[in-house]
């Protein structure tokens, strides 16, 4: 009877436990495709969150390792699985699935549905304190876009690895970059070192007098795995995410 109770309230609960400090959450895209995103707040309401987004191919897997570091530096977390993915680090990318079964185009624009009512998402029910958005690869790129799209609902943006990666997707070749000039928020762009002509352009359109960007001596990574701790170089990039987040 015991057992039959708590699977009882489980079903009910809109929260799905995961790890500690961490809960997996189910939200609805814009055209109704059911997100899947794990939340790790274990600060109140009214400390500063980041919504993150994840690379191409890959889940919010990517986040495992650090987003509760940042829970450490003061920051509650929602890692979001976009529609435009795939697996990393034995997460599965559910919203992708989700999607394929709702036959919906799952190519890297398909996601802005899916960052948007993130975004939308945890100003509503978690932040109602400072609001960051944090992407990696094309969905760096996207994010500095919705940066410029929804500045009202974004307080700074952290961009690894952005480029314009939307050509074949039918967008102009400065998909981003022309729309940079409308981003006034902290923005904080970084990458491995040969990827900074990905970037550049977009970085001088910035409008923004908080910018910054970070790049390392060594080759450094593609994404936002250049915080992972199994590479040798991710202090780097850690000093310098925590100056700029120490800025905002």
């Not at 680090?89 to 699935?97: D, F, I, S």
């Not at 974004?154 to 970059?177: H, L, N, W």
């Not at 409008?207 to 593609?222: A, Q």
């Not at 991710?234 to 925590?242: C, I, P, Q, R």
């Amino acid at each position: 009877m015991k057992l039959l109770i708590l699977s009882a309230v489980v079903l009910m609960s809109p929260f799905l436990m995961a790890q500690d400090g961490e809960r997996l959450i189910k939200f609805q895209s814009e055209d109704g495709v059911t997100i899947t995103a794990d939340l790790y707040m274990i600060h109140p309401e009214t400390a500063p969150f980041i919504v993150l987004f994840h690379q191409a191919n890959w889940s919010r897997g990517e986040y495992n390792e650090i987003a509760p570091e940042l829970n450490t530096l003061g920051y509650n977390c929602l890692s979001v699985d976009l529609r435009s993915g795939g697996a990393v680090n034995n997460v599965t990318n559910q919203t992708k699935l989700n999607a394929v079964k709702a036959m919906k185009s799952t190519q890297y624009v398909d996601a802005l549905a899916d960052m948007r009512a993130a975004i939308n998402y945890a100003k509503k029910n978690f932040a109602s304190g400072k609001l960051i958005i944090w992407g990696s690869s094309y969905s760096s790129a996207l994010a500095l876009k919705l940066a410029a799209d929804m500045n009202e609902s974004v307080d700074a943006v952290i961009a690894f690895s952005p480029g314009e990666y939307f050509v074949t997707q039918g967008k102009p070749r400065d998909y981003i970059t022309s729309v940079a000039g409308h981003i006034d928020q902290h923005t904080f762009i970084t990458s491995a070192k040969s990827e900074k002509g990905n970037w550049w352009g977009i970085y001088v359109s910035i409008t923004s007098d908080n910018k910054s960007y970070y790049l390392p001596e060594t080759v450094g990574n593609h994404g936002s795995k250049a915080l992972w701790s199994q590479y040798s170089d991710s202090v780097g990039y850690w000093n310098a995410l925590k100056s700029f987040l120490a800025s905002i």
